[in-house]
T-cell receptor
Framework: DAKTTQPPSMDCAEGRAANLPCNHS???????VYWYRQIHSQGPQYIIHGLKNNETNEMASLIITEDRKSSTLILPHATLRDTAVYYC?????????????FGSGTRLLVRP | GAVVSQHPSRVICKSGTSVKIECRSLDFQATTMFWYRQFPKQSLMLMAT?????????EQGVEKDKFLINHASLTLSTLTVTSAHPEDSSFYIC?????????FGDGTRLSIL
């Protein structure tokens, strides 16, 4: 699976949009981009995933560049409860192991 | 609500004890379950992949005789840490999948005294 690169930490003000970048320059054509987050002392929580089209759900939006070498997770109106470590993971859907390999992620701090 | 239940949430026990952690998928049958370990201030590290009715596949460096995994049904996988020692103290997290996306339990914090 392709590796991802994320900034180690970011912060944003409560109520503002949080834009979390992820580089995956070696992504293959059949690899999806997944985003999970981990709030302190809890298991990871699924946020969103996509292949090449932009995706939106009730939690966030995922913007994938046309060349698919990077993506941005957008939390449109960050709250204090969004403070967490955010993980960007790429994985092929044809991979029979279905393993999710976590990198170091981005620690997002939402400031009051 | 939670789709993967993990029990217990916290265990404190003496060195040399064996500890069993349960992972259950709720409302769906998990063909594959995964076990992760996370040390403080570190990311999740995949320990093993468990398929129902077959032997678990362990990641490199994970001792299969130390960490026994049983996946006897489509809704239950167990991880037993045998003869636990203080260095086994960690946050253990399971994950289950049927269709996408993969869901995670809330973890078990294991402390070995």
């Amino acid at each position: 699976d392709a590796k991802t690169t994320q900034p180690p930490s970011m912060d944003c003000a409560e109520g503002r949009a949080a834009n979390l970048p992820c580089n995956h320059s070696t992504i293959s054509g059949n690899e999806y981009v997944y985003w999970y987050r981990q709030i302190h002392s809890q298991g990871p929580q699924y946020i969103i995933h996509g292949l090449k089209n932009n995706e939106t759900n009730e939690m966030a939006s995922l913007i994938i560049t046309e060349d698919r070498k990077s993506s941005t997770l957008i939390l449109p109106h960050a709250t204090l409860r969004d403070t967490a470590v955010y993980y960007c993971i790429v994985r092929a859907e044809g991979d029979s192991s279905y393993k999710l390999i976590f990198g170091s992620g981005t620690r997002l701090l939402v400031r009051p | 609500g939670a789709v993967v239940s993990q029990h217990p949430s916290r265990v404190i026990c003496k060195s040399g004890t064996s500890v069993k952690i349960e992972c259950r998928s709720l409302d769906f049958q998990a063909t594959t379950m995964f076990w992760y370990r996370q040390f403080p201030k570190q990311s999740l590290m995949l320990m093993a992949t468990s398929n129902e009715g077959s032997k678990a596949t362990y990641e490199q460096g994970v001792e299969k005789d130390k960490f026994l995994i049983n996946h006897a049904s489509l809704t239950l996988s167990t991880l037993t840490v045998t003869s636990a020692h203080p260095e086994d103290s960690s946050f253990y997290i399971c994950s289950a999948r049927w269709f996408q996306p993969q869901h995670f339990g809330d973890g078990t914090r294991l402390s070995i005294l």
